[in-house]
């Protein structure tokens, strides 16, 4: 299995920046691709940002040009820099691993972090 374990998340006022970072570890053989969700109260979970272990990278449309997936493969460790933050950004935001365990692939989950943007 994957353990995925988030940090960075605060509170910030508008505009300002925030960045987040997620450890990967366990028993898997590899993983493909990584990435950040997230879910503010009473809504669904988005994804954010996705980045493959190949360095392809895709976006929601609403953080598009203000945020920046990256990751360190050597570290197994995924980083979402968040600039220009906004009152909407506010949410649990969750790292994502899509990872070989054995013969199979399968995703997992971090506990989440919150991140909080005042007006």
């Known amino acids: 299995q994957v353990q995925l374990v988030e940090s960075g998340g605060g509170l910030v006022q508008t505009g300002g920046s925030l960045r987040l970072s997620c450890a990967a570890s366990?028993?898997?053989?590899?993983?493909?691709?990584m990435g950040w969700y997230r879910q503010a109260p009473g809504k669904q979970r988005e994804l954010v940002a996705r980045?493959?272990?190949?360095?392809?990278?895709n976006y929601a449309d609403s953080v598009k040009g203000r945020f920046t997936v990256s990751r360190d493969n050597s570290k197994n460790t995924v980083y979402l820099q968040m600039d220009s933050l906004k009152p909407e950004d506010t949410a649990v935001y969750y790292c994502?691993?899509?990872?070989?365990?054995?013969?199979?692939?399968?995703?997992?989950w971090g506990q989440g972090t919150q991140v909080t943007v005042s007006s």
């Open positions: 980045i493959t272990s190949g360095g392809s990278t």
């Open positions: 366990g028993t898997f053989s590899s993983i493909n691709a």
């Open positions: 994502n691993a899509e990872a070989r365990v054995g013969y199979l692939r399968s995703n997992y």
